[in-house]
């Protein structure tokens, strides 16, 4: 059967194809150790669980919720926004609630972009983006994040006729894959640059309350002053209180790209389970989140050091992350990241993603997930070690 042109382009989704590799080689007995996919491993906060059981036994929760989400979940975003950043937001026209941020990612770009417009994109960054360009016809134009500019793109450096034509321009911090955290003045030159060529700036914030070290307390870009006339933030629970598998997440930011978000997303879906709602409004403004996030926080940072440890011996160099949960491992020369890692695969039985899959400014580069739990992370380690050290014939 014919697929239409827009999807004969794309790629399947890289965690898809590995995840079929892994799978065949578990057949062949191997034991695989993952340390590619970003996501947490450990559940949800209880209180946050036993909200979902308890509401979820109300006979009259179970009928369709209202587009862009109960009120009391855009309230709760709209609280949580307030309190963490000290950001003011109309809970009914600045915030709407997403199936996951991915979603909404990938349907902002079908709701503001026509064939041909410009996308910018970070280079590495995350696949969603490239994708999303690429099934609206756009152009995409790659924004290098290069290591000694701190990951950072030189908006400076983007043509003049080329900005004038681009659409959006996405940013991620902290972000994935480098790990890279942001200033609020960087994000503010990203707000000046987006008013001078009249572009959205989207920016996709859902590591920043993932922090690996104590007073770090990550931006969001809403805190610029005037940035919601040229602005959206998507976040997302699926980091901060580990909820990946229940897709919930928010756009918050100008009110004009929110309903014309909102307007696309009714074509598409019919919102959230109520329920899910509801514990979602929990794990945002419940007081126990605080000290809940601190105790996972200080097992990603275990994890971290961990990894790090062993970098120097296995001849990976990375910059210490200070919040995300990825680390960004440069790899020796002369190797690239798909041999690397396919090899390792083979022949270690240990999984990391490649870092061209992130744009062509990845290559080079591998990214270790933190999401694993703390005994497999040193068992993958020690296999990493051994392996590295049969190659090098040690």
Request: aromatic share 10%.
């Amino acid at each position: 059967m014919k697929v239409a042109r827009r999807i004969a382009s794309l790629r399947p989704y890289y965690f898809a194809q590995v995840g079929a590799k892994i799978r065949a080689l578990e057949a062949q007995g191997w034991r695989v150790l993952r340390m590619d996919m970003g996501a947490p491993d450990g559940p949800p906060p209880p209180f946050v669980i036993e909200t979902l059981r308890r509401r979820v036994q109300d006979p009259h929760v179970h009928a369709y919720s209202p587009y862009g989400g109960l009120p009391e979940y855009r309230e709760a975003w709209a609280r949580y926004y307030q309190e963490r950043f000290g950001v003011s937001l109309d809970p009914m026209t600045e915030v709407l609630g997403l199936i996951g941020s991915k979603e909404g990612i990938f349907h902002l770009v079908q709701a503001l972009v026509d064939p041909g417009d410009v996308v910018l994109v970070p280079d590495p960054g995350y696949l969603t983006y490239q994708g999303a360009a690429r099934v609206a016809g756009a152009e995409l134009v790659y924004l290098p994040l290069k290591e000694e500019r701190g990951f950072f793109p030189d908006l400076d450096a983007v043509p003049e006729e080329v900005a004038r034509r681009a659409r959006i321009l996405w940013l991620n911090y902290p972000n994935n894959p480098t790990g890279a955290t942001v200033t609020l003045e960087e994000l503010a030159r990203a707000v000046d640059f987006a008013r001078r060529y009249n572009i959205l700036v989207a920016h996709d914030a859902p590591y920043v309350d993932v922090v690996l070290e104590p007073g770090v307390r990550p931006p969001s870009i809403l805190q610029v002053p005037g940035s919601k006339e040229v602005a959206v933030e998507f976040n997302s629970l699926s980091k901060r209180a580990n909820m990946a598998g229940w897709r919930l997440g928010a756009a918050v930011g100008n009110p004009e790209v929110l309903e014309a978000l909102h307007r696309y997303k009714s074509q598409v879906d019919s919102s959230h389970f109520r329920p899910m709602m509801e514990a979602g409004a929990v794990a945002l403004t419940d007081a126990r989140m605080d000290a809940w996030m601190e105790e996972r926080n200080a097992v990603y940072r275990q994890r971290r050091d961990i990894i790090l440890a062993y970098l120097d011996d296995l001849g990976l160099a990375a910059t210490t992350p200070v919040a995300g949960m990825y680390i960004w491992a440069r790899l020796p020369e002369g190797w690239d990241s798909m041999t690397y890692t396919q090899r390792l695969l083979e022949e270690a039985g240990v999984s990391v993603t490649p870092g061209v899959v992130f744009g062509p400014h990845g290559e080079g580069y591998v990214r270790i997930s933190l999401g694993t739990a703390t005994e497999v992370i040193e068992e993958a380690m020690e296999r990493m070690l051994r392996w590295w050290r049969r190659m090098n014939g040690r």
